[in-house]
């Protein structure tokens, strides 16, 4: 079935770090890909996406890059804040499937000063 | 506001009571989705709209439970003889269908959670 993986957390960094958070997926098909993002006390909002191979989704200093080679879209920040402190969740859409998403389990990331 | 709003925010009931929750979608948005979300967990999915019509359950969603959108607007989800496996954030989350820009992003509202004791 179609799925997503991401690494565990949290992921605890200092402030003006790399940051790389890895998502995989298996997907029938070629799908759209998604970050969101839940920050403390809030609904979850689409960061950036990307909806075929090799696009490069950004927003906020945050890039993805859809790589259908190694099934993978990795989140990453060249310089982190501690107000980017939330959950970040990476999820597919199917095409046809009427922007119904699956979603991976979230990794938190603490930005620590 | 004009975003997704959903009612409760907090419910806490005892096992095999019923219990309803309410979501007002974005008002132009044609489709509604329903998601469970446990502690340490994704989003899963469990139905959705397309204006009063509801396309898709998934296995999820038992007999138990069922959910509405008389007149394509609000919706409500009702959990009857709640179990306390029950326990979860329900997530509503609109969209403006598949056209455009827009395509692929749902707007979540910030979760109702049921403690089912």
């Known amino acids: 079935g179609n799925s997503v993986t991401q690494m565990e957390g949290p992921v605890t960094l200092s402030e003006e770090a790399f940051l790389t958070i890895n998502c995989t997926y298996t997907?029938?098909?070629?799908?759209?890909l998604f970050w969101y993002v839940q920050y403390p006390g809030e609904g979850l909002q689409l960061l950036l996406k990307?909806?075929?191979?090799?696009d490069k989704g950004s927003n906020k200093g945050f890039e993805a890059t859809y790589r259908k080679e190694t099934t993978s879209f990795h989140l990453e920040k060249g310089s982190v804040q501690v107000s980017d402190s939330a959950v970040y969740f990476c999820?597919?859409?199917?095409?046809?499937?009427?922007?119904?998403?699956?979603f991976g389990t979230g990794t938190q990331l603490k930005v620590e000063l | 506001d004009t975003g997704v709003s959903q009612d409760p925010r907090h419910k806490i009931t005892k096992r095999g009571q019923n219990v309803t929750f309410r979501c007002d979608p974005i008002?132009?948005?044609?489709?509604l989705y329903w998601y469970r979300q446990t502690l340490g967990q994704g989003p899963e999915f469990l139905t959705y709209?397309?204006?009063?019509?509801?396309?898709?359950k998934s296995r999820l969603l038992s007999d138990r439970f069922s959910a509405e959108r008389p007149k394509g607007s609000f919706s409500t989800l009702e959990i009857q003889r709640t179990e306390q496996g029950d326990s979860a954030m329900y997530l509503c989350?609109?969209?403006?269908?598949?056209?455009?820009?827009?395509?692929?992003?749902?707007?979540f509202g910030e979760g109702s959670r049921l403690t089912v004791l």
């Open positions: 989350a609109s969209s403006p269908g598949l056209s455009g820009s827009g395509r692929g992003e749902l707007f």
């Open positions: 997907a029938t098909g070629y799908p759209s």
């Open positions: 990307a909806t075929k191979a090799d």
């Open positions: 999820a597919l859409k199917l095409a046809g499937g009427g922007n119904k998403l699956t």
């Open positions: 008002s132009e948005h044609n489709r």
């Open positions: 709209f397309q204006n009063e019509a509801q396309l898709e």
